[in-house]
């Protein structure tokens, strides 16, 4: 009995084997090439419900295992699921191709398209049809024979490419340790991160301290360690992820990712790969995006440049550093941040508990949008560390199931991210809700403390959780349009506009509470978490720029003279660069945003929703943080639209105009 092939509604992700994937997933794919014969056998006339429609419903049941599946190998992986992972990505591949090349599927869409003007068809309906259409003719329905052959052999080894890279950076995440013995050598670092390190030791059995670089024990380290050397080894461990001489080397397979996606926009008629990605984003070209990062540059980097003198000089000062490095700026930072505004985040984590934290975002949540989160414990979930919620409206409706991981672990990934485990789409009359997640890796709680957050691992997860509010309150009728399935630089806008409260103190009062007296968090905090917002505001935005330059610059070229990965790397980083390069480090061999994950030409989408943010917050400034009006303005032509219509077009109709850069440069004490 294979619990993936029966009607569930939650994962039943306790009766689930390892051996039960590979044979759900080819099932589900046959029941999916049934749909798919059915539509095009159907003897009747190509209408927008028997094509459009139902193609858009088809392989359902596949995509609730896949997501299921690719959930965990983020999550919670192991060696015999990445196995599996290698196996299935070719057929999922291969399947995705028999759709968009199958001439006569793509004949019935395309009968329906060239006949949209007579079917007086919704905002939604016509966007689901253009939507469709393009995906045929963008993915090769019009290509030649022998060139569908060449598209699906290239896809199809992109599929294993990105597994691959990914797997070589999780190998390389876990296989670095800093095993320290003597105290002595980790002065400057906060007990709490010291107590957290031999937890990490004992876990391995080992004696003292032990860390790693997982963002929680790698960050502390690289912040606050007095021992320049120690620093160094950290920062040169997380820099040569992928670009050691070892067999997790990801070089060659970045060159062969790039090249195979240039090739495939060429086949399919496109300048690069940007430019086939752009045509469906809000930014429509790489000049565009291009023009976009270097009028953002130009106000940055005279700021970038004063604030890294500055901090030049006061290490200069401090401890005679002539040249700082990479591994220098996070201890500088932090101590000129501590002496300019007072601040230390260590003194603010105490008032940060997760569960606390977490009781906040709610609250947020219900004060802006109406929403109840009810603990529940009969929701399967894959790890005993999950934990899953019931997300109800005010007239006790049910609007969504909530997953909730916080902790790194051996089979997780870096990072932060939200996912869906089901979609929102009505059928039938009957509107089915989402199940929606968000997995993070966070601090852990110890023996003796709970899970005490820094103030970046908050603004993790109101991202995260803004995420995950367009997730589960979409509210429209097809799958495919639906929560986050939205253009990509749109996407970010509910995400990076819930960051923003994190700075209010109208909200910091609902949460931020010292977990051991339960004190509310002092105003004089509150004012210098405000004042210190912009802190290193040039250098940040610069550090995102160059990330947002090195994506464009990867895929807006032709790639094929590239053979130094790390000489085409410092040529990107010309326009950007502040500290001296470290020659055993490359960015592009962990860069898993565009090697892994969806972000290939995407990076500047980060920077571009930003604009989008601190214009839409500005309106909720002026008329109130918790303004229920506004609130219910973005709910409705944001939040629940999911990619129902053009972005520009939802964001006006909330706004009341198009955003302009100024409230963001304003923010960040640019201007």
Not at 302 to 319: C, I, M, Q, S, V
Not at 513 to 540: D, L, R
Not at 608 to 619: C, I, K, N, R, S
């Amino acid at each position: 009995m294979n619990p993936l092939l029966h009607h569930f509604n939650t994962a039943p992700f306790s009766k689930i084997f390892n051996d039960h994937f590979k044979p759900a997933i080819e099932q589900a794919i046959e029941i999916a090439r049934g749909q798919i014969d059915e539509i095009i056998q159907n003897k009747d006339t190509p209408t927008f419900e028997n094509t459009t429609v139902a193609l858009d419903f088809a392989g359902e049941k596949l995509s609730r295992i896949t997501s299921i599946f690719f959930n965990l190998n983020a999550a919670e992986t192991n060696d015999e699921i990445q196995k599996i992972a290698q196996e299935i990505s070719p057929w999922l591949s291969e399947f995705r191709n028999d759709i968009t090349l199958n001439e006569a599927l793509f004949s019935r869409v395309k009968t329906v398209f060239d006949s949209k003007e007579k079917l007086q068809l919704s905002p939604e309906q016509t966007m689901l049809l253009e939507k469709q259409y393009k995906s045929f003719a963008r993915n090769g329905a019009n290509l030649s024979e022998e060139k569908k052959a060449t598209l699906r052999k290239i896809d199809n080894e992109l599929s294993k490419l990105s597994l691959q890279f990914g797997e070589n950076v999780l190998a390389e995440t876990n296989n670095f340790e800093l095993h320290i013995l003597d105290e002595k050598e980790l002065t400057g670092l906060p007990e709490s991160a010291k107590e957290a390190a031999q937890e990490i030791a004992k876990e391995k059995g080992k004696e003292g301290f032990v860390f790693t670089l997982d963002f929680p024990s790698y960050i502390p380290f690289v912040t606050y360690v007095e021992n320049r050397e120690l620093r160094k080894k950290m920062a040169i461990a997380a820099g040569k992820k992928g670009f050691q001489n070892n067999k997790f080397n990801n070089e060659q397979i970045v060159l062969n990712i790039v090249k195979l996606r240039h090739e495939r926009a060429n086949l399919l008629s496109y300048k690069s790969h940007a430019h086939f990605v752009l045509e469906e984003r809000m930014a429509e070209t790489p000049e565009k995006v291009i023009e976009f990062s270097k009028e953002l540059l130009q106000k940055a980097k005279p700021a970038a440049e004063r604030e890294f003198k500055h901090l030049e000089n006061y290490a200069e000062k401090l401890d005679g550093i002539e040249q700082l490095q990479k591994w220098d700026g996070a201890f500088y930072a932090e101590k000129l941040k501590k002496e300019l505004f007072d601040l230390d985040q260590e003194q603010l984590k105490p008032y940060f508990q997760l569960e606390n934290v977490m009781e906040g975002v709610f609250t947020i949540a219900n004060k802006l949008y109406d929403l109840k989160f009810e603990e529940v414990f009969d929701i399967d979930k894959y790890h005993q560390e999950v934990k899953t919620y019931k997300v109800l409206d005010s007239n006790s409706n049910f609007i969504a199931v909530f997953y909730a991981d916080f902790h790194p672990r051996k089979g997780k990934r870096n990072g932060a991210w939200m996912t869906s485990y089901k979609s929102q789409y009505i059928k039938e009359g009957i509107n089915e809700r989402p199940h929606v997640s968000i997995v993070c890796n966070f601090t852990k709680p110890t023996s003796t403390k709970p899970s005490l957050l820094t103030f970046n691992e908050i603004t993790t997860l109101f991202h995260e959780f803004g995420h995950a509010l367009h997730g589960m309150l979409a509210n429209t009728t097809y799958t495919s349009l639906s929560g986050t399935s939205v253009s990509w630089d749109f996407v970010e806008l509910p995400s990076q506009v819930l960051e923003n409260w994190c700075y209010e103190k109208e909200a910091l009062e609902l949460f931020a509470k010292h977990y051991k007296t339960g004190e509310i968090i002092p105003m004089k905090y509150v004012e210098k978490i405000k004042e210190s917002a912009s802190f290193h505001e040039g250098i940040q935005t610069l550090r995102q720029l160059s990330f947002g330059i090195l994506d464009m610059k990867w895929h807006s070229e032709n790639p094929s003279e590239i053979t130094s990965i790390k000489e085409f790397e410092n040529d990107a980083f010309s326009d950007t660069k502040l500290y001296p390069d470290v020659a055993e480090n490359c960015m592009s061999t962990s860069f898993s945003h565009i090697f892994q994950g969806g972000y290939s030409a995407g990076y500047y989408s980060y920077k571009w929703a930003e604009v989008l943010d601190a214009d839409a917050f500005e309106y909720f400034l002026e008329n109130g943080i918790f303004n229920k009006e506004i609130a219910t303005k973005f709910k409705e032509n944001v939040l629940s639209k999911g990619g129902t219509e053009k972005p520009m077009n939802l964001y006006k109709r909330f706004r009341g105009k198009e955003p302009k850069p100024d409230a963001l440069l304003k923010r960040a004490g640019l201007i």
